[in-house]
T-cell receptor, first 112, second 111 residues
């Protein structure tokens, strides 16, 4: 069965520090992978997506993610976080049926 | 680009009352449409999805129903709300791409 695991419920980093949010997935075929961000009380915004090709994908707001098939992972990274990056981040996996399975999210806190 | 609109933004309803949440899509035609419910710490749960007018698939048995009376309109309903129906409801759509685009959500509190 398809599933997505985000092992960290909360992460706290200092402003200007680097960030890595972990995501592991289970999927029987080549997956479509996504990272979304959600500010409190808002909808989800797509940060980046991986369908095929280069395993390092660039997204909006300075984020990137790397697809590692051998580890079934799709971790999100940013070299230097800003206070405005505080939000909840969702990793998701999809396939050809146009349904997406979401992880439970990681809430990012930024220390000034 | 497609834009998803939802209303109302917030709603407080008593137990046993009916519910109607509306989602409309702008900027595309014949989209796939989705209703999700989000509970704190539990991620997003897919409730319904639709590939066209009158075509609704239910993902989980529950107290809710969905309808798609027009190509760009998707409605989430209930005849009698339960306390457990409280949550944040999100509508999403896609058209010709695998990623989904989300509306701003509706916060429903059942009292």
């Amino acid at each position: 069965a398809q599933s997505v695991t985000q092992p960290d419920i909360h992460i706290t980093v200092s402003e200007g520090a680097s960030l890595e949010l972990r995501c592991n997935y289970s999927y029987g075929a080549t997956p479509y992978l996504f990272w979304y961000v959600q500010s409190p009380g808002q909808g989800l915004q797509l940060l980046l997506k991986y369908f095929s090709g280069d395993t390092l994908v660039q997204g909006i707001k300075g984020f990137e993610a790397e697809f590692k098939r051998s580890q079934s992972s799709f971790n999100l990274r940013k070299p230097s976080v800003h206070w405005s990056d505080a939000a909840e981040y969702f990793c998701a996996v999809g396939g050809r049926d146009d349904k997406i399975i979401f992880g439970k999210g990681t809430r990012l806190h930024i220390l000034p | 680009s497609q834009t998803i609109h939802q209303w109302p933004a917030t709603l407080v309803q008593p137990v046993g009352s009916p519910l109607s949440l509306e989602c409309t899509v702008e900027g595309t035609s014949n989209p796939n449409l989705y209703w999700y419910r989000q509970a704190a710490g539990r991620g997003l749960q897919l409730l319904f999805y639709s590939v066209g007018i009158g075509q609704i698939s239910s993902e989980v048995p529950q107290n809710l129903s969905a309808s798609r009376p027009q190509d760009r309109q998707f409605i989430l309903s209930s005849k009698k709300l339960l306390l457990s129906d409280s949550g944040f409801y999100l509508c999403a759509g896609n058209r010709g791409a695998h990623e989904q685009y989300f509306g701003p959500g509706t916060r429903l509190t059942v009292t």
